[in-house]
């Protein structure tokens, strides 16, 4: 079920969303303390503001995060 | 009617993120490849530089070659240029194979568009459909746009500048979606992101990444596939 394609199309304009091939780039997901998979890293202003990873990275909880984050923007 | 001056201007800027994209490597491969060729080739213009970043003739959905307001000039001796033109473009894709020589005719009415301008002009230019392309492939109605500029008999003796220039479509995830961020274009494209980013850390090898990412499943299903 492709929701990430989802939630970057409900947020477009509010949202960018981007991927990281945790293959090709090791040290770099080292560098984010990106520990387990999938991971989804929330930014804003260059700043982290939410991270959701492994089991707890769900469909449900990427939406509430986003929306809990986006709308007060 | 003859002496008729017109004037088009289009503003071509740094992505807006909505309007079609011209592809920067076909105008390069197809400047590259014009030096070498007859000025007009219509193989150094539009077959090798397609062929070049990976696509055949059929993917663009209209050509557009030399076109006149059929109000403003009057049909000229050399006959229907634009419709030879097309011709010339399908006989590249029946060498090539990618078109069965049966289908000349259909391709010049589907992928050309011969009514347009059934006139010879004296300057070759493809550019009075540029709008129209913007505004089709904004509807939907196609997806790519190739401009073929070469110059005419006439112009060819004046000067080499022919070149060729591709409008191409949105894909939905060019739109909302960035695929490949490394350490190089982090700060670039998330840090300094004038929007909130959301970052997927994916791995070929985690099974729930592959559910929830449609262009890594895509991969997977085409690598399956072959």
């Known amino acids: 079920m492709p929701f990430v394609h989802d939630l970057a199309q ?3 304009g509010k949202l960018k969303v981007v991927k990281v091939d945790s293959s090709k780039n090791r040290r770099f997901c080292i560098d984010q303390k990106v520990m387990s998979l999938p991971a989804f890293l929330l930014y804003d202003s260059g700043q982290e503001i939410g991270r959701l990873a492994g089991k707890d990275a769900t469909e449900s909880a990427i939406t509430h995060l986003l929306e809990s984050k986006l709308n007060r923007v | 009617m003859e002496d008729v001056l017109g004037a088009l201007a289009v503003v071509v800027s740094a992505d807006d993120g909505k309007n079609p994209q011209i592809s920067a490597r076909l105008d390069r ?4 490849l014009a ?3 007859a000025a007009g080739d219509n193989d150094a213009l539009v077959s090798t530089p397609l062929d070049r970043i990976g696509l055949k003739i059929r993917d663009i959905d209209k050509f557009a070659t030399e076109m006149h307001n059929p109000e403003i000039t009057e049909p000229a001796g050399s006959g229907n240029v634009p419709n030879t033109n097309y011709r010339m473009i399908g006989g590249l894709a029946v060498m090539k194979k990618e078109l069965a020589a049966s289908e000349l005719n259909g391709f010049v009415r589907q992928y050309g568009m011969p009514g347009f301008s059934p006139t010879q002009g004296h300057i070759a230019a493809a550019a009075p459909f540029i709008c129209h392309a913007r505004e089709m492939i904004l509807s939907g109605e196609i997806r790519r746009a190739m401009f073929v500029a070469k110059g005419s008999l006439f112009l060819a003796k004046m000067t080499k500048l022919s070149t060729a220039c591709l409008l191409s479509w ?3 995830e060019d739109r909302t979606m960035v695929a490949d961020i490394s350490k190089d ?4 494209e998330v840090l300094s992101a004038s929007l909130p980013v959301l970052v997927d850390f994916w791995g070929p090898s985690c099974q729930p990444c592959l559910a929830s990412c449609p262009s890594s499943t895509i991969l997977l299903r085409r690598m399956k596939g072959s």
């Open chain 2, 35 to 37: 030096g070498f060729f």
């Open chain 1, 10 to 12: 409900k947020n477009e």
């Open chain 2, 29 to 32: 491969q197809a400047r590259r």
């Open chain 2, 170 to 172: 949105r894909k939905t």
């Open chain 2, 185 to 188: 274009n982090f700060q670039e």
